[in-house]
Structure formats: C-alpha cells, structure tokens
C-alpha cells in the first residue's frame, strides 16, 4: 500500500482579515449551523481533523485595523464540543496556551472533548510568546517570554500526569460490592515548582484515548527538541522541498533519545490553495484575491514577521531595523536580526519580505492534478506527512478542496476513501499511550 496522505482543515479564513470578507462567497458572522455543514463536508471528504488556531487578542489593533480588516471568531473548545456532537470520525483540534491556562483546566477540557467525541479530540499546544495577548491578563504569575518554552514543557508534563491519574481499570463501579473505584490505581502528582502547584488527581476519567493527540508548532532548535519529546504533530511554515526534507529529517533523528520511533511523530506543514478546473481559472481566481487583499499590513502581522512588537519600538514598513541588543537573548527578534545582516537587508519591509518567502506557507494555484502532483511529491520524498490546509476563503476553499483536490488524491492512491477507525488516532496511525502510573503504587 502507498504511504498515505494526511489532511486537516481549519474552519477560520486567515485571508478574511486582510480584505477577503469583502468576496462575494465568504460568509462573514458564522453560525453553528455553517459550521456543522462545514464540518459534516470536511468528514464527508475523510479529512483526518479539524485545526482550530486561536488567539487571545483581536486581529486588529488600530482604528484602521478594525475599520478595514479586523476579525472575530469562536472559542476553540466551545465549538469543537458542539461540532462532535453532529459528526462521527473527524478528530476536533483546539488551541489553548500554556501561558494564559493553568494545567489542571486544560486537561479537564481536552479529557472532556475526549470522552464527548468518542475519542477524537486534540491539543494544539502554544506559549504565546508575543506581547499583544498580555494586555488582557494580569501577569503577576505569568513567565516572561525568555522563560516560556520552559514553563510550557512542565504545563504539559502536568497535563499528561493528570491524564494518567486514573488509570483504564481504576473505575469498577460495582453496585454489588459498593467498590467505585481502586484507589491503587488513582494517583495524586503532589507537584509543586516555581509555577505549578498541582495535587490531582483529574476529576475526569482517562480519556478514550490515552491522551489527546499533542500538536505543537514551531521550527527552532529548541522547538525540535520539545516536539520530539511529546509531540504527535508538528505543524510549521515550510515552502521549500529541500528545506522541509531537513527539518523532516532532524525531527526523526531526535524521537530515539525519547524512546520513540520514525512514525510516532507526523510532520503537517501549512497549506494554501487556490484551486481551478484549469490553470487560467486558477489564477484569475488568485488575482481576484490578491486585488481584495491590498491593504496596509496589520501590525501584529508585521510584529509576527519580524518577531518584534512594531508598536511598541514605533515602526513602519519602510523603517529601519533596530539593533539587536534592543531585546533579551533567545528572543526571536535577534534570529530575524542575524538574518537580515546576512542578506544585506535594513528596513521592516524588505525582512518581512525575506521571511515571507523563505518561512511561510506552502501555497499552490492550479489544478487538482497540480496541486496532487505537488503533494503527492512531497509525501514520497519524506518532506512531509501530510498537510494543514488554511482556507482564505469560507466554505469556497473547504469546498475545493473536498469536491476537487481529494478525489484527485484518491485516484492515485495516496489518500484515504474510508477511515480507518473511530478515534483520531487510528486514523492516524498514532499508537495509544501507556499509563505512566501504570505498575506504581499511588
């Protein structure tokens, strides 16, 4: 059997905030029953889940920004539990920070959406890193953005250990006897460290599938690091073949220092499309977007490029960069900085540009058979496991990429026409976690 493609969609359209809402087919103001059908359509084409970023902030910082381009949409959880209701194998990702949560509440939720979906559920995992999302929470027990990575690899540990405080057989429930549960086989953590303090045990039973599906993003050495340790997906900017072969390589050959394996741990790149029955139609589409698209660009976006808050340092596209000694070591300004020095460059523009086009999306127009043949390719080369795929435009996007590109993936074999079981880990391929309680007494 061929190696198989893996697919997932969000159900926001990232290019609404830039101009697109104004096309004609984008439904602006979402209800529950635009998202079932979405959802029911994503499952209909045997996609393996549904990707739903988030961010505690809005997408707009300016008057003009809210006048022009900003955007709103629903809390990750909420939704993706009322969407499990009205679907059967589609896995349900949601984001929730590590910086802004405290474990004990994210690994309720996830277990929750774990237990209502029958086993489908996922965490996307971040650290929210940026400034703007500070300034709606007090930060008196918030880690400074240098210490982050860190205080989010404990978060998780944390989660996992609460997931593992019931064991699978802990709960009899013997009428007869009385015996609800096995209190050998119900743990307390008793953690305590400079940021968590967390007894247990969870007050939800182990979920359906051990734990959640871990999704993490990110690129960096450190990143690779963590992602091997724990993670199930790794999602990222990658546009280059020979550049995602690397970073594909380099995540694999850290899995055994974990005790884990080549497979345990699947690499789902970002993806764009813009989708034509001809290539003509494909590009005139793109054209269509790109004149929709001409607005300034927003400064959390210009912020997010060059990994510097732009408001707070007062810059513009056409301002200079400033030194790199302007922010602590390890942050991520002073990466863009040493590679804008080595390609010669000086203003905010000509970075973003540069990291634009070195780090963003994978992005393809044409037709199914080109688009296929693309992905088809980087599924065989080992570039990547399957894809992320970010819609500009709802549902016209989603449409696509179910009616259009997936049956073309399935004709050449590389992509599911069944799934393979009821939880997101079977289809996946993603073996079920052992108990790490498991054998020990409580």
């Known amino acids: 059997m061929k190696k198989q493609l893996r697919l997932a969609t969000t159900l926001i359209a990232p290019g609404a905030t830039s101009g697109l809402w104004r096309h004609p087919s984008h439904q602006v103001g979402l209800k529950l029953s635009d998202y079932v059908r979405m959802a029911r359509h994503a499952e209909a084409g045997k996609l393996d889940f549904l990707f739903q970023p988030d961010q505690y902030r809005t997408a707009g910082t300016t008057p003009d920004e809210f006048r022009h381009h900003a955007q709103v949409g629903m809390e990750p959880v909420t939704l993706l539990s009322a969407l499990a209701a009205v679907t059967e194998h589609i ?16 690994a309720r939720m996830m277990a929750s959406l ?20 500070a300034h709606n929470f007090s930060m008196a027990h918030r880690p400074p953005p240098e210490e982050r990575s860190a205080q989010g690899t404990e978060f998780v540990d944390i989660v996992k250990r609460l997931w593992d405080s019931w064991e699978d057989e802990a709960i009899l429930a013997d009428k007869k006897s009385g015996v609800y549960a096995d209190p050998d086989k119900v743990h307390v953590l008793n953690h305590e460290s400079k940021w968590f303090s967390v007894k247990g045990p969870l007050n939800v039973a182990r979920p359906p599938q051990g734990h959640p599906v871990l999704i993490e993003a990110g690129q960096s050495e450190r990143f690779i690091e963590r992602a091997a340790r724990h993670a199930n997906i790794v999602f990222t900017m990658l546009n280059r073949m020979d550049q995602a072969q690397s970073f594909y390589r380099a995540l694999n050959n850290r899995l055994t220092a974990f005790g884990r394996r080549p497979g345990d741990l699947l690499l789902m790149p970002g993806l764009t499309l813009c989708v034509g029955h001809t290539e003509a139609e494909a590009h005139r589409k793109k054209q269509e977007r790109e004149r929709l698209a001409r607005h300034p660009m927003r400064l959390d976006l210009l912020s997010y490029w060059i990994g510097l808050d732009v408001q707070a340092f007062g810059l513009g596209l056409d301002s200079s960069l400033p030194d790199s000694q302007a922010v602590p070591e390890r942050h991520l300004y002073r990466e863009r900085k040493a590679m804008a020095d080595r390609l010669g460059l000086v203003t905010v523009r000509e970075l973003v540009e540069a990291v634009k086009e070195n780090q963003g999306h994978l992005s393809i127009t044409g037709t199914p058979g080109q688009i296929a043949d693309t992905l088809g390719q980087w599924l065989a080369e080992d570039a990547a496991d399957g894809f992320i795929f970010i819609p ?32 997101l880990r079977a289809h996946l391929g993603i073996g079920r976690p052992a108990n790490g309680f498991s054998g020990r007494q409580s």
Request: charge should be negative.
């Open 114 to 133: 774990d237990h209502l979906s029958g086993g489908r559920a996922s965490w996307n995992i971040v650290h929210s890193r940026g400034d703007h999302e």
């Open 392 to 423: 500009g435009l709802l549902p016209d996007d989603l449409d696509d990429l179910v009616e259009l590109v997936v049956p073309e993936l399935q004709r050449r074999g590389i992509f599911r026409t069944a799934y393979e079981g009821r939880q």
């Open 91 to 106: 896995g349900l990702a949601a984001t929730l920070s590590t910086t802004y949560h405290e474990p004990y509440h994210v």
